[in-house]
């Protein structure tokens, strides 16, 4: 487990429970996911497909598929979501899971109703500012939540914000806003809350159908809807893309920085936009090696910020390269990446394998808007909003939560005046990165000033917003908040644009004599070292500066952030930016690549094990024009429902020959999420009774 982070509170007397596991007692923290219990004690095999007998581990940590399942208490349930309890009975699936020996029927039913004006399904960033709009419109509000906590993907965001301090809470801690959101939804009368309760279906006739507690079904009458579900992480086909210890930076997110729990020693990130460059981040403050991030596109997909930041801090990244191939018996042990050419195949010689026990896919989202599209087609009120409407940072879903509020407003025959200004912002709350402007040049001189390592139009004003003097700006070019903010003068070394930079981009320097200058820099680390010592520095772009003499340890208690003030040459001054916190050594790869690269042989269906070339074939013997008929294979018949496979479907079609805008798109069926056969009536089990 981890017993130190530079953010998070570690709790100092947890609640340990015993539970056996496979007949050998264990101890894990009370009303933690089984999974997690079973992780923090090395099991990361959970279960064995009864197809083929492969391994599986940790997928989604969501419930949203089976890879995890295990027999608790004699019954197969799926441990991400299961809370642990003293003397829980655990044991590792293999194969099949055992019909129960006493099939009798259970007695006595409960119908669970409940009604509201709005429906909100997610209580992520968007549906927590959507359920406070609608809330103060006057409308009754039913938040249904998926997790045990409001807050979506907040709840695992441990750095600041970029965005706008105004408008959504920019320079603060993704963690620290949940709370906050968590407090006014919470004290609000017209908003009510389902935790651990997912909808599962939206009928025709005005209901939704939701596990409450992930235990009883239920039904819920509503007027209008916001879909605020947030985005799934898409998946992708390579040769061992099913071994545990290949999962999404978002599970990985979540076993870290919810439950605590070192899931790995050293990782590899595919994908370097802001999923993947943060998940590296929230790894080295965890305490996990990170050996690489590699990207198919000739730039970084992020901010440039987080991509500099994550140089500086001894991460490489590797552009124009893909994942060829994971390795490994049972569990992930390396993987391999190469080069691609100009038409993105990859280039066999240029294979570069590293050893490593876990791999996270970051390579884009996929919104969670099946239930708007359901809606839609019945004619309700629905909107959409966050991920769920449109990808962008979470900075922007709390802005467009309002605004879709307003918008399920006027549909629900209800109009309120909205701002032209709030559209304006909401646009520019989610832009992506722009242009980069050069760096201009400034003196160094004998007082303290900002030297600003932030040269990419990006959505962002902290550092203006917290001077107390005023001394930094926008640079008016736009004219809005993509500007680039530059130093005007007056600054008198308080250090608070440093501390509050989202992207650590904002150091202070001052000449102190002809041999010596000052700098002080931005850390979100516990220091391994004092003042006195000698540390590896790095400048803007993560290229080795120098070497620095820690004079001084600073710590704002109110950002959690180090300040460092290093001595080194005056002629560093204005190029150091950082602290390298990772040796090299933790990022070089095997002398022989070892790929194991047959991209028809790998899995498109997790959950089945369907491979591509199995599909393939299939689409040209059968001459198959309707994705649907691909089911006749299993595929996207599994656990998951679908979410994770079919968003490959019309790749493979056009593969095939194919074109796919002339192909049938799939109907996903209820019940969005597996229920046990006995909730769908909530019978009774009278042997809980005992």
Not at 65 to 91: D, Y
Request: glycine share 8%; proline share 7%.
């Amino acid at each position: 487990r981890i017993r130190k982070h530079p953010i998070l509170p570690i709790p100092e007397k947890a609640e340990m429970v015993s539970f056996t596991c496979n007949g050998k007692s264990f101890q894990g923290v009370k009303g933690e996911p089984v999974a997690t219990a079973l992780i923090a004690n090395g099991f990361h095999v959970l279960s064995r497909h009864p197809k083929d007998h492969a391994a599986k581990g940790i997928y989604c940590a969501n419930g949203q598929c089976s890879h995890c399942t295990v027999i608790i208490n004699g019954k197969p349930q799926k441990s991400c979501v299961t809370p642990l309890e003293e003397n829980m009975s655990v044991r590792l699936l293999d194969d099949l899971p055992e019909i129960p020996y006493d099939t009798l029927a259970y007695h006595g039913t409960s119908q669970k109703e409940y009604t509201c004006d709005v429906l909100i399904v997610g209580g992520g960033p968007s549906g927590l500012t959507g359920a406070l709009e609608c809330a103060e419109m006057g409308y009754s509000v039913l938040i249904a939540e998926d997790k045990d906590c409001l807050g979506g993907k907040l709840l695992l965001q441990t750095h600041k914000f970029f965005g706008s301090v105004d408008d959504c809470y920019a320079g603060t801690r993704g963690i620290d806003i949940a709370r906050i959101l968590q407090e006014k939804v919470r004290n609000h009368p017209n908003i009510k809350i389902l935790l651990n309760s997912p909808v599962v279906a939206i009928y025709e006739d005005g209901y939704a159908g939701v596990f409450t507690d992930n235990r009883y079904y239920g039904r819920i009458a509503f007027r209008g809807l916001m879909i605020s579900a947030g985005a799934r992480e898409r998946s992708l086909i390579f040769p061992g893309n099913d071994l545990p210890g290949v999962y999404g930076a978002g599970a990985f997110q979540t076993l870290v920085n919810r439950d605590l729990v070192l899931a790995s020693k050293r990782i590899f990130i595919v994908g370097s936009g802001n999923v993947g460059l943060i998940a590296a981040y929230h790894a080295l403050q965890a305490g996990i090696e990170v050996a690489g991030i590699c990207d198919i596109l000739p730039q970084v997909t992020g901010y440039k910020v987080h991509a500099d930041k994550i140089r500086r801090m001894g991460v490489p990244i590797w552009l124009n390269h893909t994942i060829l191939s994971a390795e490994g018996k049972d569990v992930l042990d390396k993987i391999t990446i190469a080069r691609v050419d100009e038409t993105f195949r990859p280039l066999l010689k240029t294979g570069k394998t590293f050893q490593v026990d876990t791999l996270l896919i970051a390579a884009g989202l996929t919104p969670i808007d099946e239930y708007y599209n359901v809606a839609e087609r019945y004619g309700f009120p629905v909107v959409k909003a966050g991920d769920a409407g449109e990808i962008a940072e979470a900075s922007s879903a709390m802005f467009g939560g309002r605004l879709a509020a307003r918008e399920l407003s006027r549909r629900m025959g209800k109009e309120l005046p909205v701002r032209d200004e709030w559209y304006r912002k909401a646009e520019l709350l989610k832009s992506k990165p722009g242009k980069v402007w050069d760096v201009p040049n400034i003196q160094l001189k004998e007082t303290f000033q900002p030297v600003i390592h932030c040269s990419q139009e990006i959505p962002c004003n902290p550092c203006v917003t917290s001077c107390p003097v005023n001394a930094i700006r926008l640079n008016p070019r736009r004219h809005d908040l993509m500007d680039i903010p530059e130093y005007i003068g007056g600054c008198t070394g308080c250090g608070k644009c440093v501390s509050i930079c989202p992207g650590l981009a904002i150091v202070l320097a001052r000449k102190k004599n002809e041999k010596q200058a000052e700098v002080i820099l931005p850390f979100e680390f516990v220091p391994d070292f004092s003042e006195g010592s000698h540390i590896p520095l790095s400048d803007a772009a993560g290229r080795d500066a120098c070497e620095g003499e820690v004079q001084r340890i600073r710590y704002d208690k109110k950002t959690k952030t180090h300040l460092i003030h290093v001595i080194i040459p005056p002629d560093k001054a204005l190029s150091v930016a950082g602290i390298r916190v990772q040796n090299p050594e933790m990022t070089k790869y095997l002398p022989n690549p070892t790929p194991e690269y047959f991209p028809r042989n790998a899995l498109v269906c997790q959950c089945e094990r369907v491979t591509a070339d199995e599909l393939i074939q299939f689409i040209r013997i059968h001459q198959v024009r309707d994705m649907n008929h691909l089911k006749v294979l299993r595929v996207g018949m599994g656990a998951c429902g679908g979410k994770n496979c079919t968003v490959h479907f019309p790749t493979l079609f056009k593969q095939a020959g194919v074109d796919p805008p002339d192909v049938v798109p799939v109907k996903y069926r209820p019940l969005s999420v597996e229920i046990p056969l006995k909730s769908i009536v909530n019978e009774e089990d009278p042997h809980e009774k005992l």
